[in-house]
């Protein structure tokens, strides 16, 4: 047994070992990039068939991955891409990077690491490693893949099949911390297969973080995100209690980011977006309803950030007012449809419950965004406006949803007739202006 862990080291340290990587996306394609630059053979396998044709024809779909350090992978034969599972049959090491959203019912949708499981479960073989990096509740890689990927295999955990747990901890848009600097968490079933996993990644990134078990790894992701969760959702309502006050919770934050410790300095916004933040802790929350304990700090967070676009709309409607213009039937534009700044993902921005609500209280929406030519979006259907300038002078209202950097605020200020101005992209223009609304 000694020997046949020892065989997939070797393979792991001299990177002959041929790695899978299932999903991709967001996380997958920027992990499958990472990994062949370190020497690996990667296959990446996605059931979209054109995202498939496009890797292979050596492009590169996502802003965050070089276009060029694709088409040299490609052309190497270094990463190649496929929607057959069966190559899991060939591999060695396969990372799991599927997604894992909410229902409409707010519980979490485990389908895709159940459908992956079952799809690759009849190509598992001794001397691999399977590392989970989907984003989950404690207790998933156990009592969910482990039976799935070994039930009637003869393998053994630890000895001739190594099952690991490792957040992903991408950040859209980030160039100072990416996949090969983030310290990257490792969690496994057992101690063998924490090292093994741990020596996998080792040979692509460059600080390793190794913990006892999956759970700790997969608590360790929900603490991350739980804590900006609940730390946003504070500064949310800090918003909402400063203007009932009539103070500026802009210059409140600021004031209080002076000091060298004890504080770090969050703001409030529109409401979250992301793959991650608003989603993540919902997990850990309904993981320990099951448990029949209530995550308080978690609920209510949710309950204050999920009322943020209302609370927007609120204010345009109170902006509109004061000028005697009616929410039914204004025209308004909105700036910005990512979900953060310099972005082209709108994965659960909030600038689409925005929209949609001054859709459902009669006002004719249109938005602009330089990352986001179109929105295709459930009830939504809008083209970006062509002429940014021409649409701020038009409208009765501008609501600033997302703060690109690549906007002339001053300009938008001069032009615009109203302004809501919900993530302080002004910063002090206009600050005395009656027509200028803060969040």
């Known amino acids: 047994m000694v020997n046949k862990k020892n065989s997939l080291q070797k393979k792991i340290n001299d990177r002959s070992a041929k790695v899978v990587v299932l999903g991709l996306g967001y996380v997958g394609l920027p992990l499958a990039v990472v990994l062949a630059e370190a020497g690996y053979q990667v296959t990446g396998v996605d059931p979209d068939q054109e995202k498939v044709t496009l890797l292979n024809q050596g492009i590169s779909y996502i802003d965050d991955v070089d276009i060029e350090a ?56 001794p001397h691999m490693v399977v590392v989970l990096e989907s984003t989950t509740y404690p207790g998933t890689t156990r009592e969910l893949l482990l039976p799935k990927l070994i039930e009637a295999r003869n393998l053994t955990v630890g000895e001739n099949f190594f099952l690991a747990f490792s957040p992903e901890r991408v950040d859209p848009g980030r ?12 969690g496994g079933i057992t101690p063998a297969c924490t090292e093994i996993a741990s020596a996998f990644y080792e040979q692509a990134m460059e600080n390793i973080v ?58 409030p916004g529109p409401g979250l977006g992301g793959h991650c933040i608003p989603i993540d802790p919902l997990y850990l929350s309904w993981k320990l309803r099951s448990l029949n304990y209530t995550a308080r700090f978690i609920d209510l967070a949710s309950e204050i950030n999920t009322g943020m676009p209302r609370y927007v709309v609120g204010k345009v409607q109170n902006a509109l007012n004061s000028r005697q213009i009616p929410l039914k039937n204004s025209r308004i534009l909105v700036l910005g449809a990512a979900y953060k700044p310099d972005i082209n993902d709108v994965r659960e921005s909030p600038a689409l ?21 179109q929105l295709s979006q ?7 406006v062509p002429d940014l300038m021409a649409a701020v002078e038009s409208v009765d209202c501008v609501v600033i949803i997302t703060n690109h950097s690549e906007y002339d605020y001053q300009q938008i200020y001069e032009k615009a007739n109203c302004v809501m101005d919900a993530r302080n992209a002004l910063g002090s223009i206009g600050r005395d202006d009656p027509k200028v609304t803060r969040l």
């Open 353 to 373: 419950d925005v929209i949609g609500l001054l859709q459902q209280n009669g006002a004719e929406v249109t938005y602009h965004d330089p990352y986001i030519p």
């Open 378 to 384: 459930e009830n939504i259907k809008l083209s970006s």
């Open 210 to 267: 190794s913990v006892s078990t999956t759970e700790v790894a997969e608590m360790t992701k929900l603490l991350e995100n739980t804590y900006r969760m609940v730390n946003i959702g504070l500064v949310n309502e800090m918003a909402i209690m400063c203007d009932r006050m009539g103070i500026d919770v802009w210059e409140v934050i600021e004031a209080a980011a002076t000091k060298p410790f004890g504080f770090m300095k969050f703001t």
């Open 175 to 186: 160039e100072d911390w990416t996949t090969v600097n983030t310290p990257k968490v490792v």
């Open 70 to 125: 694709v088409k040299l992978l490609t052309e190497s034969k270094n990463l190649l891409a496929t929607s057959d599972f069966s190559v899991v049959a060939e591999a060695d090491a396969v990372s799991i990077c599927v997604p894992t959203p909410l229902r409409k019912t707010r519980d979490p949708d485990l389908s895709y690491i159940v459908d992956v499981s079952e799809a690759i479960a009849p190509f598992i073989h």
